[in-house]
T-cell receptor
Framework: DTGVSQDPRHKITKRGQNVTFRCDPI?????LYWYRQTLGQGPEFLTY????????KSRLLSDRFSAERPKGSFSTLEIQRTEQGDSAMYLC??????????????FGPGTRLTVL | AQSVAQPEDQVNVAEGNPLTVKCTYS??????LFWYVQYPNRGLQFLLK??????LVKGSYGFEAEFNKSQTSFHLKKPSALVSDSALYFC?????????????FGSGTRLLVRP
């Protein structure tokens, strides 16, 4: 499968613990996005990378959240001192920078986080 | 501020009948519009997009969408619904002036096609 992959698919943790999620984009895609989706809502933008540079962060991304994309390939999203409000599906997407920059984003299956 | 509205939480249609899932948007620049579908325990799958040109765009699985600039709408349509079309549908917009290329999503519409 050459699509976007995410690991783990599910994560259950206790409040106050740190968690880290990984996203592997489609290999030739140089743009990578993280979104968060809560029950009954559409995905909400968290952050965006072009190659290894993190170019935008949403106000939803508090200082407990950090994302990296070393070498412009896979990306990690870490949440420190998790809170119950962090429980959500975390989605990763990637896209290819092309002529006109109109390319659609391709989404991974998501990581479902449950904070007890 | 950018926003997307999907006024219907759920749409019910009989198999073989036409379906419409509604979407309206608000952006300050040129809108780039997308429809995605989400099946249980799976990620969002791209269906179609409008960037410019013909207001009627065709996408995957027989779906099409009509862009209406004056009504700021981008409704998803299909002439004949299948039971397998039952899923959660999301409309999304990107503001052409936004350098982050982020998508703003609606809250989703659940489509239920009954046999």
């Amino acid at each position: 499968d050459t699509g976007v992959s995410q690991d783990p698919r599910h994560k259950i943790t206790k409040r106050g613990q740190n968690v880290t999620f990984r996203c592997d984009p489609i290999s030739e895609h140089n743009r990578l996005y993280w979104y968060r989706q809560t029950l009954g809502q559409g995905p909400e933008f968290l952050t965006y990378f072009q190659n290894e540079a993190q170019l935008e962060k949403s106000r939803l991304l508090s200082d407990r959240f950090s994302a990296e994309r070393p070498k412009g390939s896979f990306s990690t999203l870490e949440i420190q001192r998790t809170e119950q409000g962090d429980s959500a599906m975390y989605l990763c997407a990637s896209s290819l920078r092309g002529a006109g920059d109109y390319n659609e984003q391709f989404f991974g299956p998501g990581t479902r986080l449950t904070v007890l | 501020a950018q926003s997307v509205a999907q006024p219907e939480d759920q749409v019910n249609v009989a198999e073989g009948n036409p379906l419409t899932v509604k979407c309206t948007y608000s952006v300050s620049g040129n809108p780039y519009l997308f429809w995605y579908v989400q099946y249980p325990n799976r990620g969002l799958q791209f269906l179609l997009k409008y960037i410019t040109g013909d207001n009627l765009v065709k996408g995957s699985y027989g779906f099409e969408a009509e862009f209406n600039k004056s009504q700021t709408s981008f409704h998803l349509k299909k002439p004949s619904a299948l039971v397998s079309d039952s899923a959660l549908y999301f409309c999304a917009v990107r503001d052409g002036r936004d350098s982050s290329y982020k998508l703003i999503f609606g809250s989703g519409t659940r489509l239920l096609v009954r046999p």
